[in-house]
């Protein structure tokens, strides 16, 4: 069975400097990886996600992540965080021949003005 | 395109009455799925289905049922409900092509068992 560990339950950044949420993950097989941010009272939206080829993924709003296969991770970036990026954030794995995806318990992130 | 329409919002049940949330997608997705968000334990998924007349457990499926009649349509179904399904649901729903796609979600619809 495949699990998903946000190590951070919160992260507490300055507006303008980097961001990063961390996830690492346990899969059979090659992993399919998302990242999702759910704002207050709202469904989740997708960010990104990593099926193959480069490392690196850039997705909506500035976001990115690396997937390191080695370390089992898929870290979420942000080079300069805004106020507008606060939110609850999770990332999610499923193998790629599994129909079901499991998320994180989720980092809410702050970034103060 | 409405997307992913979970109705109700907001539901209030006493325990052992039953009820059924209602999901329907207008983006001619193959999967959809429920799951429930409960604090510090992420989204868990109940159920979810392939396609019309096909459906399967998640990990939390005991108490809950599903049924999937049309591409469109995925309610969830409260037998008996108990304090323990408190909870907010989530419907989401992707496209079958390539099986790499990412979920859709709606908005939630919370429910309180007292």
């Known amino acids: 069975a495949q699990s998903v560990a946000q190590p951070e339950d919160q992260v507490n950044v300055a507006e303008g400097n980097p961001l990063t949420v961390k996830c690492t993950y346990s899969v059979s097989g090659n992993p399919y990886l998302f990242w999702y941010v759910q704002y207050p009272n709202r469904g989740l939206q997708f960010l990104l996600k990593y099926i193959t080829g480069d490392n690196l993924v850039k997705g909506s709003y500035g976001f990115e992540a690396e997937f390191n296969k080695s370390q089992t991770s898929f870290h979420l970036k942000k080079p300069s965080a805004l106020v507008s990026d606060s939110a609850l954030y999770f990332c999610?794995?499923?193998?790629?021949?599994?129909?079901?995806?499991?998320f994180g318990a989720g980092t809410t992130v702050t970034v103060r003005a | 395109n409405a997307g992913v329409t979970q109705t109700p919002k907001f539901q209030v049940l006493k325990t052992g009455q039953s009820m059924t949330l209602q999901c329907a997608q207008d983006m001619n997705h193959e999967y959809m799925s429920w799951y429930r968000q409960d604090p510090g334990m992420g989204l868990r998924l109940i159920h979810y289905?392939?396609?019309?007349?096909?459906?399967d457990q998640g990990e939390v499926p005991n108490g809950y049922n599903v049924s999937r009649s049309t591409t469109e349509d995925f309610p969830l179904r409260l037998l008996s409900a108990a304090p323990s399904q408190t909870s907010v649901y989530f419907c989401?729903?992707?496209?079958?092509?390539?099986?790499?796609?990412?979920?859709?979600f709606g908005e939630g619809s919370r429910l309180t068992v007292l």
């Open positions: 289905s392939v396609g019309a007349g096909i459906t």
């Open positions: 989401a729903s992707r496209t079958w092509d390539g099986d790499t796609g990412e979920l859709f």
């Open positions: 999610a794995v499923r193998p790629f021949n599994d129909y079901k995806l499991s």
